[in-house]
T-cell receptor
């Protein structure tokens, strides 16, 4: 069974540009999460999808970030326009159920904004 | 509100020595607690979880953790460190009604030969 995959693994962009990160969850997992780790800080929750619906996007930093999950399968996270403080590692995770159910993490996308 | 504190951003042990990584949590409701490990260039992998059953939880790779409500702790231990245990370890908390994991800042474990 394939795990959670993320693309790209690394992205280097200039301030003001746009970047789109993609996450493919484990097949059959309705719950999909995005997290971010800024260098030297803890991993922080960004948002949670159940199928194609956003259940909680309270962790999204601002309106430059847009997450979608069309059809309830893969998800994209777009940053437009990117700022220096957006640099970090973006993790995607998926689970069968929320709460105590294990969240399976992808390898992350390392985003560097110069 | 929930929070997690991991004491020590870096821990260094000799191969064969006891590993002890500390985690304290804050939660107003019964928590679910997790330890994740991240090896270089990989995603986070679940080591073990506490979900209100046995307070001593055994995980993969010989790790275990004990939930101590009175101390609000969930420390991770392994009797004998192996070189392959070198990685970053994260403690996390959530609740039954929640879904987002609240992480500690992580502890990087270095194992000396």
């Amino acid at each position: 069974e394939a795990g959670v995959t993320q693309f790209p693994s690394h992205s280097v962009i200039e301030k003001g540009q746009t970047v789109t990160l993609r996450c493919d969850p484990i097949s059959g997992h309705d719950n999909l999460y995005w997290y971010r780790r800024v260098m030297g800080k803890e991993i922080k929750f960004l948002l949670h999808f159940v199928k194609e619906s956003k259940q909680d996007e309270s962790g999204m930093p601002n309106n430059r970030f847009l997450a979608e999950r069309t059809g309830g399968t893969y998800s994209t996270l777009k940053v437009q326009p990117a700022e220096l403080e957006d640099s970090g590692v973006y993790f995607c995770a998926s689970s069968l159920m929320p709460g105590q159910s294990e969240q399976y993490f992808g390898p992350g996308t390392r985003l560097t904004v110069t | 509100a929930q929070s997690v504190t991991q004491l020590g951003s870096h821990v260094s042990v000799s191969e064969g020595a006891l590993v002890l990584l500390r985690c304290n949590y804050s939660s107003s409701v019964p928590p679910y607690l997790f330890w994740y490990v991240q090896y270089p260039n990989q995603g986070l992998q679940l080591l073990l979880k506490y979900t209100s059953a046995a307070t001593l939880v055994k995980g993969i790779n010989g790790f275990e953790a004990e939930f101590k409500k009175s101390e609000t702790s969930f420390h991770l231990t392994k009797p004998s460190a192996h070189m392959s245990d070198a990685a970053e370890y994260f403690c996390a908390v959530t609740t039954g009604s929640s879904y987002k994991l609240i992480f500690g800042s992580g502890t990087r474990l270095l194992v000396r030969p």
